[in-house]
């Protein structure tokens, strides 16, 4: 008797019992013998623990193609690639869910030594080791993928620090501008005619104002 579930109503009950069904087949050709309960729990356990290594590899094929993505990705729309990113790491933290309960709950069977049948410690013993092997694979998985993601989210911030240094530039330098015009825009000073020679004398203040704003963010290197 084996027991499947909580599942969700979306995965097909043959991908639930893949493992039970995928013995049992070994068992009705003749090509297994289990001489024990315990025997075929091992092998049922063994076989979804060599499916989630499988997995993990084939979730180690998208990582690395993924990360090429990143290191040829302009950037111009990054939520797309933000997205897949983190639901990449959310199925290999899935998995690694997964392996680490199993490890734990055999590792604690193998210290209970009296309980189990004879024979079965080794057994168990090799059920801990691969579902550890299958952690530590997502484990690795995990990282690389972090290091991928830090990457493009400290690029794109790189960008939008540089697209803001750029916009502060106009704004600084049209501020001396706007602060006296709106000085000779208020009702201060009134003229009852142009005065040409007064406006040539604005507009060269207002000139050299920008261009000491504009060399001195030069200086520091905004532009």
Not at 3 to 8: E, I, L
Not at 47 to 52: F, G, L, M, S, V
Not at 96 to 114: D, I, V
Request: charged share 25%; with cysteine; net charge neutral.
């Amino acid at each position: 008797m084996t027991v499947h579930g909580p599942t969700d109503p979306a995965v097909p009950p043959e991908m639930v019992r893949r493992e039970v069904l995928h013995v049992a087949a070994r068992i009705e050709t003749g090509r297994f013998r289990p001489d024990t309960p315990f025997d075929l729990s091992y092998r049922i356990t063994s076989a979804a623990a060599t499916r989630q290594e499988a997995l993990v590899s084939e979730l180690a094929i998208e990582v690395s193609a993924l990360e090429m993505r990143v290191m040829k990705d302009p950037g111009r729309k990054p939520e797309a690639l933000l997205e897949e990113l983190f639901s990449l790491r959310h199925r290999l933290l899935t998995v690694r869910t997964m392996a680490a309960q199993g490890r734990e709950a055999y590792a604690r069977m193998a210290k209970l030594t009296h309980l189990l049948p004879s024979g079965g410690g080794p057994l168990v013993e090799d059920l801990v080791d691969q579902f550890e092997r299958v952690r530590g694979l997502c484990d690795g998985e995990e990282e690389f993928l972090h290091g991928a993601l830090d990457i493009y989210q400290s690029r794109t911030e790189t960008k939008m620090n540089y697209a803001m240094e750029r916009l502060a530039v106009p704004a600084v330098v049209t501020l001396p501008i706007t602060a006296l015009a709106s000085v000779y825009g208020t009702n201060v000073i009134v003229n009852s005619r142009t005065d040409f020679p007064h406006v040539a004398v604005v507009l060269l203040v207002m000139a050299a104002m920008s261009a000491t704003l504009l060399r001195w963010a030069k200086r520091q290197g905004w532009w």
